[in-house]
């Protein structure tokens, strides 16, 4: 277990519900030991929408992830913050993340990525979480659909269709990664 590291304080969104606040103070006193740093590179006042990325040992195809996630068509319409979850083995990337994401938590070396992924949602500060991989390409419209998906009060989650970069083969298999171009429900 790591020791106890006081962290910077993020502040809330607006308009955050009391017992929202409560639920996420408690993730995150869950999930502190995890964490070894959290550097704030560009404070993101109430954004309606987190995009967390977690890595782990990552090449440069991260710094390709970032950057189309900065390259969104809706950056002035919807308010979003891109939080880099680093699980270790990136830090030759650091001078390269840092312009790119708001939010860098830095985690427990070889944290497992459900624990990544449950660590980062506890310092998630919108009101929408979206969670990328660290070798995924989002198109530039990702933050725009998100946000025209939303606005039906219906949904509670939506999953983005997984088109592979590598080993087509593979992920063929797995018949959840492409579904095809049309909407359909799905049960979680």
């Not at 929408?49 to 919807?78: F, K, N, P, W």
């Not at 708001?102 to 624990?115: A, H, K, M, W």
């Not at 087509?168 to 359909?184: K, M, N, Q, S, W």
């Amino acid at each position: 277990m790591t020791a106890h590291v006081e962290l910077p304080s993020l502040p809330d969104r607006e308009g955050i519900p009391a017992d929202e606040r409560e639920a996420q103070e408690a993730w995150r006193a869950r999930y502190a030991h995890e964490v070894r740093e959290l550097v704030v590179h560009n404070l993101v006042p109430s954004p309606k929408l987190t995009i967390i990325v977690v890595s782990y040992r990552a090449r440069d195809y991260l710094i390709e992830c970032l950057q189309h996630l900065r390259g969104q068509t809706a950056r002035g319409d919807m308010p979003y913050e891109v939080l880099l979850a680093d699980s270790g083995g990136i830090e030759h990337l650091r001078p390269r993340t840092a312009p790119l994401c708001d939010v860098d938590l830095r985690l427990r070396d070889g944290i497992s990525l459900n624990e990544a992924r449950n660590a980062a949602m506890a310092w998630a500060r919108g009101e929408y979480v979206a969670v990328v991989d660290d070798d995924g390409m989002v198109a530039p419209t990702f933050v725009e659909v998100i946000r025209r998906v939303f606005e039906d009060p219906t949904i509670a989650a939506m999953r983005g269709r997984i088109v592979p970069r590598e080993h087509p083969y593979f992920c063929t298999l797995a018949t959840h990664y492409d579904r095809g171009d049309e909407i359909v429900d799905d049960a979680l």
